[in-house]
Every structure is written in C-alpha cells, then in structure tokens.
Nanobody, 119 residues
C-alpha cells in the first residue's frame, strides 16, 4: 500500500502562485499526478508525470501549471502560477502506472489539500 501526503494548499489571490507537494511512502512509483474536484463538478486530472518525465496536462492549466518530480525522494510537485478563481478545488495527489507517454492509471490517493483562489 502506498501512502501519499500532500502539502502546500491555501488561500491565494487571483494571479498568485502556489506550490503543492506530495511525498510517497514507496520507491520507484511509475507515475504520479494531481487531480482536483471543484464544488459541484466532477473530478478531473490536472497533470500527470511518468518516472521518465513524460507529462500530461488538462487544457485549462497548460502554460500556467508545471508538474515535476524528484524520484530520489519519491516526491511530486505542482507549481501553479497565474491562478484563477476557477482553479479553486480540493487537489488530490495520486500514484500509479504509465502506459505509454500520456496514458496513466492511478491506484493510490492522498487525502487532498484545499486550494482557494479569491480576492
């Protein structure tokens, strides 16, 4: 069983930045990513990254969010810039496997961290 611990959420003004971090309890995780669930909306994949560095982003965050990982420390990051009110959601770290450069299947989930973008 892989445990994931997120940190870095909070309240930020529109146009601001936040960095989310997620530490995994296991080594050599094939793929890691971030989902989010906004009030009244379905959960969506925000970004994912394989252990080889291939990445995938949902269209609404391209050019604003960057996912990265530190394989030595089993940690994934989500740098979020130019945040908008519509980015407000609970963000969940996830871990699993990559099948090809942009195909991911996730099995493990963190508890979630709240990101609120408001003036």
């Amino acid at each position: 069983q892989v445990q994931l611990v997120e940190s870095g959420g909070g309240l930020v003004q529109p146009g601001g930045s936040l960095r989310l971090s997620c530490a995994a309890s296991a080594n050599s995780i094939n793929a890691m990513g971030w989902y989010r669930r906004a009030p009244g909306k379905q959960r969506e994949l925000v970004a994912a990254i394989s252990n080889g560095g291939s990445t995938k982003y949902t269209d609404s965050v391209k050019g604003r969010f960057t996912i990265s990982r530190d394989n030595a420390n089993n940690t994934v990051y989500l740098q979020m810039n130019n945040l908008k009110p519509e980015d407000t959601a609970v963000y969940y770290c996830t871990a699993g496997s990559a099948y090809g450069p942009t195909s991911f299947v996730f099995q493990y989930w963190g508890q979630g961290t709240q990101v609120t973008v408001s003036s």
